[in-house]
Antibody, heavy 119, light 106 residues
Framework: QVQLVQSGAEVKKTGASVKVSCKAS????????INWVRQAPRQGLEWVGW????????NYEQKFQGRVTMTRDTSTSTAYMELNRLTSDDAAVYYC????????????WGQGTLVTVSS | EIVMTQAPVTLSASPGERVTLSCRAS??????LAWYQQKPGQAPRLLIF???ARATGIPARFSGSGSGTEFTLTINSLQSEDFAVYYC????????FGQGTKLETK
C-alpha cells in the first residue's frame, strides 16, 4: 500500500533552517508530485509547494519563494523540504502529500512533522 | 490568488441527520475542487475530487456537487465518525484551501 513516512519532530531557533524528509513506498515514486502542506496550531491548511520527482522541477507558493527548497533522491524515493530563516509564524505541522500534477488534489498524505520554532 | 470561503464555520448536527457544507471560490475554477476530512491529530483524508467524484473507499453517504464558483459537500445520515473538520481545496490556479468547517455534535 502507498505510504509516506516523514521524519520526526524538530525544534529550531528563530533564524535557523529546518529540513523535513518524506519517504515514499508502495507506488512509482517518479510518477506523482510530492507536495508540502502546513498547518499552524489550530489553523487551516496552507500549501507550500511541490516537487516533480521525475524532473526535479519545483513550484513554490509565492510567499515561500526564496526561503524554501524542495529536493528529492530517487534512489531512496525520498523528498525533502528545507525552510530557511525560520520565524515563529513557521511553527506548524508540515505534511507531505502526493498529487498527479494536473489535476492536483492530495490522495495520499504523510503523518506530519511538527516543527517548533523558539527564540 | 483564488480565495476559498467555506460556510458555515461551525455546524452542529446529530447522528442520522443530513448536512450540507458550502465552499465558494473567488473566481471560476471549473470543477477543480476537492474536499478533505480531518480529525484531531490526523492528516487530512481525501473525500471528493473533481467536485463530485468520491475517492477510493469513501462511503456513498458523502457526495459533492457544483461547478464554477459554488460547491457543496453533502453528508447523508451522519455517523459518529463523521464529526470532524472539512476543507475544500482548489487547484485551478495555484492551490488554496478554504478555512474549514467544523462539524460538531449537537
Amino acid at each position: 500500500q502507498v505510504q509516506l513516512v516523514q521524519s520526526g519532530a524538530e525544534v529550531k531557533k528563530t533564524g535557523a533552517s529546518v529540513k523535513v524528509s518524506c519517504k515514499a513506498s508502495g507506488y512509482g515514486f517518479i510518477g506523482h508530485y510530492i507536495n508540502w502542506v502546513r498547518q499552524a496550531p489550530r489553523q487551516g491548511l496552507e500549501w507550500v509547494g511541490w516537487i516533480n520527482p521525475n524532473s526535479g522541477g519545483t513550484n513554490y507558493e509565492q510567499k515561500f519563494q526564496g526561503r524554501v527548497t524542495m529536493t528529492r533522491d530517487t534512489s531512496t524515493s525520498t523528498a525533502y523540504m528545507e525552510l530557511n530563516r525560520l520565524t515563529s509564524d513557521d511553527a506548524a505541522v508540515y505534511y507531505c502529500a502526493t498529487c498527479s500534477g494536473t489535476p492536483c488534489y492530495f490522495e495520499y498524505w504523510g503523518q506530519g512533522t511538527l516543527v517548533t520554532v523558539s527564540s | 490568488e483564488i480565495v476559498m470561503t467555506q460556510a458555515p464555520v461551525t455546524l452542529s448536527a446529530s447522528p442520522g441527520e443530513r448536512v450540507t457544507l458550502s465552499c465558494r471560490a473567488s473566481q471560476i475554477i471549473s470543477i477543480n475542487l476537492a474536499w478533505y476530512q480531518q480529525k484531531p491529530g490526523q492528516a487530512p483524508r481525501l473525500l471528493i475530487f473533481g467536485a463530485s467524484a468520491r475517492a477510493t473507499g469513501i462511503p456513498a453517504r458523502f457526495s459533492g456537487s457544483g461547478s464554477g464558483t459554488e460547491f457543496t459537500l453533502t453528508i447523508n445520515s451522519l455517523q459518529s465518525e463523521d464529526f470532524a473538520v472539512y476543507y475544500c481545496q482548489q487547484h485551478e490556479l495555484g492551490i488554496t484551501f478554504g478555512q474549514g468547517t467544523k462539524l460538531e455534535t449537537k
